[in-house]
């Protein structure tokens, strides 16, 4: 007689069968998140261009990033002449060495397949922009060193020092296998990693299941805008970016290739319509849990904007997401992007977004919203510009002395100076604005000294370099030889001197004239001509330099010994007759172009500096709290207000309402 079985021990055994199939999905699948990378061998030059990846990368950390054989450039002689190769690299769990780390399991084959390797400048979105772009053989650890080396497509910017490859050259092919040894439980997604020294966008790339005969295209949606680097008749620069992710995948076989790479002219001969597709890949991910690959960036904001924090994630679909303040979630928010609209002080925070899947989760890196404010720093020592029109942009003295007035052994006697000590040494700034820039000027002032330098002086220093990377830019020295010399950029567009010195212990009135667009200068010593160089080809102004009086950023320089006089700066070359008047009697002549003017009539002042951070903005100031407010336009931080005996406000107003925390995304 056979023996029933009961209906509770039924029950049992399938609610068994049920937790069997749970810890199937979630305790026994290997769930796991692959990066591969592909580096360049630059003719032997390991040290420098041999990029293992040592830092977390696309939210992938080092440990789980395979830097594959790298691969020779073409350059040189052998073994870096090789062209069009096919190289192999077997990773496993037991593989250690080399820019390799261990798989959780299995061992996966890549081979891959292109005409020729290369080096990029495109450091990723954790560079600053606009073009994200570093120099020199040095990466920033984690995305620079995946962005770092790529494989050329064989035709955008050719074969190594010629012209184009064949055209019959394939770009790239990467050919996997091994895949389900390292996913045997889970379906798993890819994204590429694009990077060219050639492009001014990305072409698609196709995913294959090799198994299934299927194939998928994904595209590289938002990469930036590279800089061009000048020397072809379409775009040229540095660039990459993500692909978007493929759809669900489940084979042991996969294959990358990417689409036909092109470059043409456009008929209207416009760069940005021309051609320039590159077809390069630098790396991919292959996972199936979470990862965040582009995780949302800081943001400074001001009062009112309206803040957009974005990511972007792979992972097995569906995914889902959870945006965090501070480590506590935020109701409601459970998209890949946040939103917030007007913006306040308490807006300020750490923001983290939490993607999930059914293999896992990830956290992104934190985004840190900074509210700019306007913050305010007592100072001492405001030389007042009384230049009559315009916004008024005083001076700040560091250690110069102040006289009521000086005569000297010719009795001409000067009212309001400032005394500048080589020892001490001193200084005068004013803070950089945009109406300092203008392409034609007039320098002047007055000028004491009792002696010419042991080594060449500074007088007036505007550039944006030093004197080994001097930028563009002027200076006027006093030369040992007791004259004043004018140069820009260095000497290599404008370098004349005074025909007399100035340094023989008196006053002498001196003007730098010059025009930016042909490098025409002219010099006037006591209101006659003393020196002129012309056609020397344009140069510029530094757009962000401050104004430097004595001393310079650059210890190269000695500092000036003397005494100075009524400053001016004017956005006009003035003429001879200009000059020979402001000599004679001190006549203001053009006071619509007159845009600065520190004639030293009294001694410094205390005042206020303001600081801000916020790029772009509109400083305004008013006579009560309530307004009404007048923009000081060309103000910029930090901004030196002198005491006044009326009490002022100060506010900004930006022009940007917007700020969205990554622009670059899908």
Known sequence: MKKQRSKSNTRVRKVACTVSASALMLGVSHAAS????????YCGSTAAYRNNVT???????????????????????????????????????????????????????????????????????????????????????????VYAGF????????????????AHLPPYSVD?????????????????????????HLTNAFIIDATASSTQSVIYPNP????????????????????????????????????????????????????????????????????VTMSPRPVLASGGQSITLSAYAIGVTPLSYQWRKGGVPISGQTTTALSLPNAILATAGGYDLVVTNLYGSTTSKVSTITMDTISVTPASDFVIDSNPAGLEHDGHNSGATWMASNTDGANTTRSGVMQ??????????????????????T????????????????????????????????????????????????????????????SDNKWHHVAFVYAQETGDSFIYVDGAPSGLQTGNGAWSWPSTREIELGLSHDPAWQAFNGLMDDFRLYSRALTAVEVASVFASNA???????????????????????????????????????????????????????????KKFYRYRNPVTSVVSNPFLM
């Open 34 to 41: 692959i990066g591969f990378n592909f580096q360049n061998d």
């Open 55 to 145: 830092a977390t990368a696309f939210g992938i950390p080092a440990s789980r990033w395979e830097s594959l054989t790298p691969m020779m450039t073409g350059y040189g002689g052998a073994p870096c002449d090789q062209l069009s190769y096919t190289l192999n690299e077997v990773v496993d769990t037991t593989t250690s060495t080399d820019g390799l780390n261990p798989l959780p399991n299995g061992s996966v084959t890549v081979n891959w397949y292109a005409p020729t390797a290369n080096w990029s400048n495109w450091g990723g979105y954790d560079r600053p922009g606009p073009y994200y772009d570093f120099g020199g053989s040095t990466v920033t650890p984690g995305e620079g060193e």
């Open 151 to 166: 494989t050329r497509d064989g035709i955008n910017f050719g074969a190594p020092g010629g012209a184009d490859n064949s």
């Open 176 to 200: 996997i296998t091994g895949l389900k040894s390292l996913f045997t439980n889970t379906p798993f997604v890819i994204q590429l990693v694009a990077s060219s020294d050639s492009m001014y």
């Open 224 to 291: 930036s805008q590279p800089r061009d680097q000048g020397d072809a008749p379409w775009i040229r620069g540095h660039g990459g970016g993500l692909s978007a992710a493929s759809t669900t995948l489940n084979t042991d076989h996969v294959k990358l290739i990417g689409n036909f790479p092109q470059h043409s002219v456009s008929l209207d001969s416009d760069k940005t319509h021309s051609i320039n597709n590159a077809s390069c890949i630098a790396g991919f991910i292959v996972t199936d849990k979470p990862a």
């Open 420 to 441: 500048f000590t080589a020892a001490h040494p001193d200084q005068i700034t004013v803070p950089a604005a945009p109406i300092f820039n203008a392409p034609t000027g």
């Open 443 to 502: 320098i002047m002032f007055w000028v004491r000294s009792a002696a010419a330098p042991s080594s060449p002086a500074i007088v007036f220093d505007r550039r944006d370099g030093t004197q080994a990377s001097p930028g563009s830019g002027l200076v006027i020295i006093q030369t040992t030889s007791g004259t004043l010399e004018f140069q820009a950029e260095d000497g290599t567009k404008v370098d004349v001197t005074s025909a007399t010195s100035v």
């Open 588 to 646: 203001l002549v053009d006071t619509t172009t007159l845009n600065l003017r520190l004639n030293f009539d009294t001694a410094p002042l205390p005042g206020l500096i303001l600081s801000w951070q916020m790029p772009g903005v509109v400083l305004q100031s008013a006579d009560s709290v309530g307004g009404p407010y007048t923009d000081l336009t060309g103000a910029t931080s930090p901004y030196g207000a002198a005491a006044q005996a009326a």
